[in-house]
């Protein structure tokens, strides 16, 4: 052994055991030991090497088969669950301004969006806000809760005609009575008989953003028209959008009329979620 052999080279050198011709020999024996050991470590060597080269291939083939496999968003590995987020936007009466407010993407997985759409939740106390209040006088109630669209326009190419009351003035379509809230004169019960019953619906303008990554499904304001479907089917988007774990979307909100009455806009966000530690992005070769 290697070992072996230095320490009887030392000892006999302190010993002075050897001649200088028998120390030589032994040292150039312990010389031929560490030339065998370094060629038995250099062999060793590249044999880890060869090792590692051929891990590292077999890993970057099954790495080049993955990103093969993965090209669009069903392709990408995880369970599917049903998911709604909802954004919510607070108005007042004869509310003009522009408002926000978003959703934040939860940990468990990103957000497949497969469908929209925007909802009005009436929310006023006060009768007086809301078309035809004394048509009706007992109870004192209010409409409060109940769901309206975002816009007048599915109910009036679903229903256009079938709003209009005889008993309230309304025997034929027509948009200034539908729509109109006339307020010269001094009889309120004949003021708020002038009131058009789709007055009390509001019109808004929306602008969907992905806070995380810094995109926006519109690149203006759209009308919330555009985002109802045929007899008030939801509107389904050509391709899914997307937000990752922990983006945030926005919805800006801007009414076109002034708001008829306090509410809220609830916007619904519809699709599923991805469940894992899953990156769209990333799957789909984006960030590469």
């Not at 002075?16 to 031929?32: C, P, Y």
Request: with cysteine.
């Amino acid at each position: 052994m290697l070992e072996d052999s230095i320490k009887k080279a030392i000892d006999a050198s302190q010993s002075q055991a050897l001649n200088q011709s028998q120390l030589q020999n032994l040292v150039l024996e312990i010389q031929r030991e560490l030339n065998s050991y370094r060629d038995q470590m250099t062999g060793r060597r590249e044999s880890y090497l060869a090792q590692a080269k051929h891990i590292s291939k077999e890993l970057e083939a099954i790495a080049n088969n993955l990103a093969t496999n993965v090209k669009d968003l069903e392709d990408i590995p995880g369970v599917r669950t049903p998911k709604f987020y909802e954004v919510i936007i607070e108005f007042d009466n004869q509310d003009t301004s522009l408002k926000f407010n978003s959703a934040e993407i939860n940990p468990e997985g990103p957000f497949l969006i497969t469908q929209i759409t925007p909802l009005w939740q009436m929310t006023d106390p006060d009768r007086t806000h809301y078309a035809n209040h004394e048509v009706v006088v007992a109870p004192n109630n209010t409409p409060n809760g109940r769901i309206l669209p975002c816009s007048a326009y599915p109910m009036i190419i679903n229903n256009f005609g079938t709003t209009n009351a005889e008993y309230i003035g309304y025997t034929t379509p027509n948009y200034i009575q539908l729509f109109n809230r006339y307020q010269d004169t001094t009889l309120p019960y004949d003021k708020n008989q002038q009131w058009g019953v789709l007055s009390d619906i509001p019109e808004f303008d929306f602008q969907i953003e992905v806070a995380g990554s810094g995109k926006f499904f519109t690149n203006q304001p759209i009308a919330a028209a555009s985002l109802y479907g045929y007899l008030g089917t939801p509107m389904f988007l050509g391709v899914q959008g997307w937000a990752e774990r922990g983006d945030k979307i926005v919805i800006h909100a801007t009414p076109t009329v002034p708001v008829p009455q306090k509410g809220l806009v609830r916007f619904i966000l519809q699709g599923y979620q991805i469940l894992g530690n899953i990156s769209i992005n990333e799957a789909l070769g984006y960030n590469k």
